[in-house]
């Protein structure tokens, strides 16, 4: 079942995978968890963003079994060829479904870091339309664009944060993330469930994997030292805040941000948190992009059209009027971020692509039985 | 019919003009009403004042110019009042008061009349935390007259008020608490906090200027007509106390963040040295002492120079001699300490942060203790060690 990239083939390198699966999940994931990690782990927040790092390798298992079995196949192709066009394109209606439910928040997340830091008196429908500009043209071009301009993108995002963050070290104190392992698993698990929902993004790799110009193993391995990237990030973060603010950080949206603004050079060069805005909103283009990628390709191949490209545009506009009308202000983003997202993210993340799987598997096993021989190995599988 | 790419051009462009439709964030700098410094006070009826000082640039001297360059007479900066029954009504009311708008993001002191101070700084916390120019390392004080008093003074040299506060903060010879320090405090297991104290006092009264004095009666600092030195104490983000000029060392040798940045200590043969402090550190613990009581533990580590000899002709080619007034200068603060130690019991408000380091490091005893904290104060030990060590004697080893 070939993706419906118009007759296109897409290639994409291993590292590529590893910055688009970092890009993929961290835009949103570093701006918006620090918060809601503190408030329920405290000082041991930084714990609990490292703890459901399986849970985002989960995914990626299931995905690169997908690929040992049907090499350059989507998520949706996957799901086609084993469970027939009707139900196999249903499975893709619903995995569309999903991503066109979370596509908006991600776009209000960053639309609300704009409005919140940079344009507090431009209209927010404003600024969502303006956020999606670039990410449909960049969807429309294909992944590769994505992948070059991760590329450049992270090192940059990485240099401006040490830039940003080393200045504030003055500021930190080792007393804050103290004491450790004093609260007990049940908050850690408590702060850990959103958490795990972003790291369950890794299922949109499913979208991705299938260009990858190497073997199933190797690009897990590209995909999980992304999602390992996240995580130290993440928790690297998260532990930096603490160490500035201690307790303070629970109380402090867009966390981040808040450590620009006390953080300066010698008096002189204050206001670094522009420079953060910029960054961060330009990774956070990938990360739209990336989504509205998936969401066309997938929705595509589910209602068995040869091309995306005429998907992005609608969806794109469905995009900014749900991320205007459907949340009434950010505190009611971050609210479903904390308390539905962890249910609603992962049932699909894990439901849809376990649900592929085993079809798959029990498609294998049934064929077995009825011909009495082993399936051959696929072509795209590794030596190792 | 249109070519595709064609159309798709014409739907980006179209998309485009929507930059055009006004920039709503627009904010050039002349429109800006620069803010250096603000002062809250207590109005009467329950409601606010508050003071700013706005930068009159028209005024400052020229960039090149040295300083002697422009209107000598003429004021750098103007102060606007206005009251309202919020903090947040009152700071309205100063913006309709001026053409364009207040920018808080060059704020560099907040002055806390006593009257606002005793009845609550919480709505200046939250004023400065949730806006979004301002800067979160913004110096806060406390006097304990009017804080709109404060920033009318000239002080010499035509520095502004707020100049003066700040630079004379920076130095480090009094207790800093930045507005986010000030809300994270409420949140610690201690809830208390310090706040600089800076008075006015007539031209010609008044203590003199000097360093703090380790180990004796230490003096305020003195610039113009404004006298710093001392602390109040904040409890539950309300004054409930002050700390005089020696207790706040003592409590800044403890705390670590800053520290005096000379002494004066007196030798043990009657001799007097200004004594400059290079490095101090603390580190702060909680452990299980031999007779099973929870104790805190402070070791402050510092590492000075003489700087001066005020009286006599002290020996300091010898190094005994030199020991001993290592000996001298640590026994110098463990008394500092200790009278700031005596106000934390008697007041029983953690401004040390004793729960804090207890939370931290003691976590099964600060269970037992946070119910009544702070009210069991008396029950936890605080010992003391200090590691003061004299590394230089200067370039000048002996004057007749």
């Known amino acids: 079942v070939p993706p419906p990239s118009g007759g296109e083939t897409w290639r994409v390198r291993p590292y590529q995978l590893a910055l ?63 469970c027939g066009p009707l139900v196999g394109g249903a499975l893709g209606v619903v995995w569309a479904l999903f991503l066109a439910s979370a596509l908006p928040i991600v776009l209000r997340e960053f639309a609300d870091l704009v409005s919140g830091e940079v344009l507090p008196r431009t209209p927010q429908v404003v600024v969502l339309a303006l956020l999606i500009l670039v990410p449909t043209f960049m969807a429309r071009q294909s992944l590769e664009p994505n992948a070059h301009v991760a590329g450049v993108l992270i090192p940059l995002a990485a240099g401006t944060l040490l830039f940003i963050f080393l200045p504030s070290l003055g500021a930190a104190r080792l007393e804050r993330m103290f004491p450790i392992a004093a609260l007990g698993w049940g908050p850690l698990l408590q702060a850990a ?54 307790p303070l950080t629970a109380h402090l949206p867009n966390t981040l941000f808040q450590v620009t603004r006390v953080a300066g050079v010698a008096e002189f060069i204050t206001h670094l948190d522009a420079l953060l805005v910029g960054i961060w909103v330009a990774a956070g283009l990938v990360k739209v992009s ?34 205007q009308t459907w949340f009434a202000s950010s505190a009611a983003v971050t609210k479903w971020i904390e308390q539905v997202w962890p249910f609603w993210g992962l049932s699909f993340e894990i439901g849809v692509p376990g649900a592929v799987w085993l079809a798959t598997v029990l498609g294998e096993a049934l064929a077995r039985r009825g011909s009495g021989t082993a399936p051959p190995a696929g072509p795209g599988e590794d030596a190792a | ?76 900066a103007a102060l606007l009042t206005a009251e309202g029954p919020t903090l947040g009504e009152a700071v309205e009311r100063l913006a309709q008061m001026v053409p364009g708008r207040l920018f808080w993001g060059q704020t560099r002191v907040v002055i806390v009349g ?23 390392l913004t110096d806060m004080v406390v006097t304990p007259g009017s804080g709109a008093a404060l920033l009318a003074e000239a002080p010499p040299l035509r520095v502004p008020a707020t100049d003066v506060l700040f630079e004379h903060l920076r130095r480090g010879q009094d207790v800093r608490a930045f507005v986010y320090r000030v809300a994270e405090s409420k949140l610690t297991a201690s809830d208390a906090i310090l ?30 007509t404004f006298l710093f030195g001392g602390a109040g104490i904040f409890r539950h983000a309300r004054l409930v106390g002050w ?28 001799a007097r040295l200004g004594v400059r402090i290079q490095r101090a550190g603390v580190r702060r613990s909680a452990r299980r002492l031999p007779d099973g009581r929870v104790g805190v533990e402070f070791r402050v580590d510092v590492a000075a120079a003489v700087h001066e000899v005020d009286r006599g002709t002290p020996p300091l080619a010898d190094p005994g001699y030199v020991q001993a007034l290592s000996v001298a200068l640590a026994r ?45 104060l008396d029950q936890v030990p605080v010992l003391v060690e200090v590691r003061a060590q004299l590394h230089g004697t200067g370039n000048l080893g002996w004057l007749p």
């Open chain 2, 114 to 136: 006593e009257g606002l101070a005793r009845r609550g700084i919480e709505p200046v916390v939250d004023f400065f935390l949730r806006s979004r120019t301002t800067r979160l």
């Open chain 2, 1 to 76: 019919v249109t070519p595709r790419p064609a159309r798709l051009r014409w739907a980006a462009l179209l998309l485009g003009l929507l930059a055009l439709a006004g920039c709503w964030d627009r904010e050039e700098v002349n429109d800006l009403q620069v803010v250096s410094g603000v002062a809250f006070d207590a109005a009467p009826g329950g409601g606010t004042q508050v003071t700013v000082s706005i930068v009159l640039p028209q005024n400052l001297p020229a960039a090149g110019s040295g300083g002697g360059v422009g209107n000598q007479s003429a004021p750098t």
């Open chain 2, 332 to 376: 110098g603060i463990r008394g500092d300490v200790a009278d700031a130690l005596g106000v934390l019991r008697r007041q029983d408000v953690d401004f040390l942060g004793i729960g804090r380091t207890l939370a931290a490091y003691q976590p099964a005893a600060w269970r037992r203790l946070r119910d009544r904290w702070p009210a069991d």
């Open chain 2, 243 to 270: 700390l005089d000029e020696r207790q706040e060392v003592g409590a800044m040798w403890v705390l670590g963040e800053w520290h005096p940045e000379q002494v004066v200590l007196q030798a043990p043969d009657g």
């Open chain 1, 20 to 82: 688009l699966s970092f890009v993929l999940i961290a835009g949103t994931a570093v701006l918006s968890l620090p918060q809601p990690l503190v408030a329920y782990a405290g000082q041991e927040a930084w714990l609990a963003a490292l703890l459901p790092l399986p849970v985002g390798l989960l995914p990626l298992c299931l995905l690169c079994a997908l690929q040992r079995r049907r090499p350059g196949c989507t998520l949706a192709g996957h799901a086609r060829a084993a």
């Open chain 1, 290 to 323: 990336l989504w509205l990628l998936c969401l066309s390709l997938d929705l595509a191949q589910a209602l068995g059209l040869a091309e995306y490209r005429p998907l992005t545009l609608p969806l794109a506009a469905f995009a900014v009027v749900a991320g």
């Open chain 1, 193 to 246: 469930a959103p958490v795990a929902a972003f790291y369950g993004e890794t299922a949109l790799l499913g979208f991705v994997l299938p260009f990858c110009d190497c073997g199933p193993r190797r690009a897990f391995w590209a995909a999980a030292l992304g999602l390992g990237a996240v995580g130290a990030v993440l928790a690297g973060a998260t532990l930096w805040a603490l160490l500035v603010f201690g």
């Open chain 2, 195 to 224: 706040l600089p104290r800076v008075r006015v006092v007539p031209e010609a009264g008044g203590d003199a200027g000097g360093s703090g004095q380790t180990g004796g009666a230490s003096q305020a600092v003195r610039v113009g």
